[in-house]
Each structure stands twice: as C-alpha cells, then as structure tokens.
C-alpha cells in the first residue's frame, strides 16, 4: 500500500531561519507528489506538484525538491505568516487518489 | 479562496441522526473529492465523481454516500452519525478529474461535531 511519512512532526523556528521538511513515499511508480499549506480550521491550499526525481519548483520563500524516495520543502528566510501545517501527498498510476501525509506542523516565531 | 464552496460552516448532531454536507466546485471543474480529517487519521480520500459519475472510492463507510448532480454540485450524506464521526469535511475540485495530473483544489470544509 503506498506510504506518505512526514518529518518533523512539528518544527519551531526563528524568523529568518532556513530549514527544511521531509516527506518520504513507498510508492510503485510515483507518477505526481504535491504539497499543500494548511492553516487551522481552513481547506488545504495548492502549492506545487512534482512529476520526476530532479526537478524543483519555488514560490517565493519555498522550494520543492523531487528524489526517486523523497521530497523536501525548504522554506528560506521565514516570516510568522509562513506559520502553517504543509502536507504532502502522492499518486500513483493503480491508485485514481491522493494518499496524504500526516503533515509538519510549522511554527515561525516573530 | 479557491472558488469551492462548502455548506454548513458548522454542524452539531446527535449520534443517530442523519446529515447532508454540500460541495460546489470552481467553475469549469467537472470533478468533486471528498475526503475527512481527523485528528488521529490525517486527511483521508472518501469518494470521487467525474460530471455525474462516481469514479473512485476510497475509505467511505457503507452508511456514509454521495452524488454529483447536473448542475455538478455534490451532497455527501452521512447516516446513523456516531461519535468517531466527528470531523472536518473537506471537498475539492479539478478539471478532469485525473489525481495523476489534475490539481485538486480544497474548499474550506463543514466541521461536524457529533454529540
């Protein structure tokens, strides 16, 4: 059965302090891995999707990156209003859904 | 705001008692997602629709169904509510609903609490 595990579980950082989260899959053929930013109590928003080990994408203070076991979001500088919890979640090609993980919590304190 | 919307905000049943949560997509999204999350589970897949049709399923409950209807919103109707039901509701939406490419946008969800 595919597997999302999600690293820290929480995670408390100074602004301005760069760090990274983790979120390793047990997957037969990943064909897509996409991270969501979640605040409490709100639905998961969009951020991006990854298709094949190698590539990376960024939006402002956030980076994706893509291994062949592996994803990591790294946030470079945050700001408290990066405080959020980020989700990560896999497909593959048998399954027709998104298998989440059980995301980091991030807390950026001012 | 993701353009999915999500009727009631808030919902607070007793155990037994039967309940309908309504989802409609973004414009021009064919498909709906429905999925719960709770504390100790984590965001888990309940149910797919693709323009009508029910297209995958997930871990939903036999007393736990759904429908897409013409005009593509969704109800998903949740009966003989016990306690462990007690969660968030989240719907999505996407254009052609393939998880493989599509990117599923999550609406802000029906906090149910059974009491």
């Known amino acids: 059965e595919d597997q999302v595990t999600q690293s820290p579980e929480a995670l408390r950082l100074q602004e301005g302090e760069s760090s990274s989260l983790n979120c390793s899959y047990t997957?037969?053929?990943?064909?897509?891995l996409f991270w969501y930013r979640q605040d409490p109590g709100k639905g998961p928003e969009f951020l991006f999707t990854l298709y094949s080990a190698g590539e990376e994408k960024e939006k402002e203070r956030l980076k994706a990156t893509l291994t062949k076991k592996e994803s990591f979001l790294h946030i470079t500088a945050p700001k408290p209003e990066d405080s959020a919890t980020y989700l990560c979640a896999v497909v593959s090609p048998g399954a027709q859904k998104l298998v989440f993980g059980q995301g980091t919590r991030l807390t950026i304190n001012p | 705001d993701s353009g999915v919307t999500q009727t009631p905000k808030h919902l607070i049943t007793a155990t037994g008692q039967r309940v309908t949560l309504r989802c409609s997509p973004r414009?021009?999204?064919?498909?709906v997602y429905w999925y719960q999350q709770s504390l100790d589970q984590g965001l888990q897949f309940l149910i797919q629709?693709?323009?009508?049709?029910?297209?995958a399923k997930g871990n939903i409950l036999e007393r736990f169904s759904a429908q897409q209807f013409p005009d593509l919103h969704s109800e998903l109707n949740l009966s003989s509510l016990e306690l462990g039901d007690s969660a968030l509701y989240f719907c999505?939406?996407?254009?052609?609903?393939?998880?493989?490419?599509?990117?599923?946008?999550f609406g802000p969800g029906t906090r149910l609490t059974v009491l």
């Open positions: 999505a939406s996407s254009v052609e609903g393939l998880p493989i490419t599509d990117t599923q946008y």
């Open positions: 629709y693709y323009n009508g049709e029910e297209r």
């Open positions: 414009s021009g999204d064919l498909s």
């Open positions: 997957v037969s053929g990943l064909r897509g």
